[in-house]
Each structure stands twice: as structure tokens, then as C-alpha cells.
């Protein structure tokens, strides 16, 4: 028996052919529970009738895009989980969109078109190497620094920062 069987996946896309695609790659990958939803209002919904234990969300779609959706998740007063591991697709993987997304709180994100081994990386991620979430300065989420580099000399912003002399 996989891992992943345990997992509740919701799965936001405008695309039902890549909805459709996506489910049937994380089935192949051994999850069985997967609730699928057509924007990010619809996954906003979902999530407060029943919680997930990770969401895939499209970066575009109306009316409510994944960028949103995430923003809503991380900050709003009557979110359903604000430490919900989000995954976020898409098929505009340009350097400012990553940015947008990692900076509205996402955990993860993949490029389309989407592959199994490059989703089942993030899945992966987020269960296996989750990073804290911070607060501050307006933002709510996943740590963005991916790397402590322990030669780094620059200035300490964070009170969780260590201090060195």
C-alpha cells in the first residue's frame, strides 16, 4: 500500500482535459482521493465542507485565480487552513510569475506540461522537507529561503534568525 493512499488531494484547474490528466497521474502515484474543482472559489468552498491535506491549484483561472485562492487561503480571517501545502501549475512558468506565487504564500510549484516524477518532487516536498511558515512584513507562509547557508554574512532580519558575533 502507497503512502500517498492516505492523502485528501484537491485539485483546481479551469482545464477539465487537465484535470483530468493531472488525477490521473496522481492516481498513478498511489493517491486515491482526489476532489476536483474548476477555480479557486469552487476549491475555497470545498475546503470549508470537508479539509484536504494538500491542494494543486491552476495559476490562472476565473474568477478566482491560484494566486488568490492562495492569498485568501494564508490570510483570510475565516480560512479553513492557512498551513494548507499549496502546489501551484502552470504553463507561464516566467520568472515573475514564480515570484508573484511565491510571494502570495505557495509552497511549491510546477511548470506545465506536468510530468509524475516532477509532481510526485513536490509532493514530496511539501511531506518530507516541509519548510516553517513566517509572518511578517505582510506575509503569511512557507518560508522562502530554500537554502541556510551557514558562510552567509549578511544582515539577520528575523527574530528566529541566530545572532552571530
Given at each position: 500500500m502507497?503512502?500517498?493512499?492516505?492523502?485528501?488531494?484537491?485539485?483546481?484547474?479551469?482545464?477539465?482535459?487537465?484535470?483530468?490528466?493531472v488525477s490521473a497521474m496522481l492516481k498513478s502515484i498511489g493517491v486515491t482521493r482526489v476532489r476536483e474543482v474548476d477555480d479557486g472559489s469552487a476549491a475555497l468552498e470545498a475546503l470549508k465542507t470537508r479539509p484536504a491535506d494538500l491542494a494543486i491549484v491552476d495559476f490562472r483561472m476565473l474568477p478566482v485565480d491560484g494566486v488568490t485562492f492562495t492569498q485568501l487561503?494564508?490570510?483570510?480571517?475565516?480560512?479553513?487552513?492557512?498551513?494548507?501545502?499549496?502546489?501551484?501549475?502552470?504553463?507561464?512558468?516566467?520568472?515573475?510569475?514564480?515570484?508573484?506565487a511565491r510571494d502570495a504564500g505557495v509552497?511549491?510549484?510546477?511548470?506545465?506540461?506536468?510530468?509524475?516524477?516532477?509532481?510526485?518532487?513536490?509532493?514530496?516536498?511539501v511531506i518530507l522537507r516541509p519548510r516553517p511558515f513566517i509572518r511578517g512584513g505582510?506575509?503569511?507562509?512557507?518560508?522562502?529561503?530554500?537554502?541556510?547557508?551557514?558562510?552567509?554574512?549578511?544582515?539577520f532580519r528575523r527574530a528566529g534568525d541566530a545572532v552571530i558575533d
Open positions: 502507497s503512502a500517498l493512499q492516505s492523502l485528501d488531494i484537491l485539485l483546481a484547474d479551469d482545464n477539465p482535459n487537465m484535470r483530468a490528466i487561503i494564508r490570510t483570510a480571517p475565516d480560512s479553513p487552513n492557512p498551513y494548507l501545502p499549496i502546489i501551484m501549475m502552470t504553463g507561464h512558468s516566467e520568472k515573475r510569475r514564480v515570484t508573484e509552497t511549491e510549484f510546477v511548470a506545465k506540461p506536468v510530468n509524475a516524477p516532477a509532481l510526485l518532487a513536490r509532493i514530496e516536498a505582510g506575509y503569511f507562509g512557507p518560508d522562502r529561503r530554500r537554502t541556510h547557508a551557514d558562510s552567509y554574512t549578511g544582515p
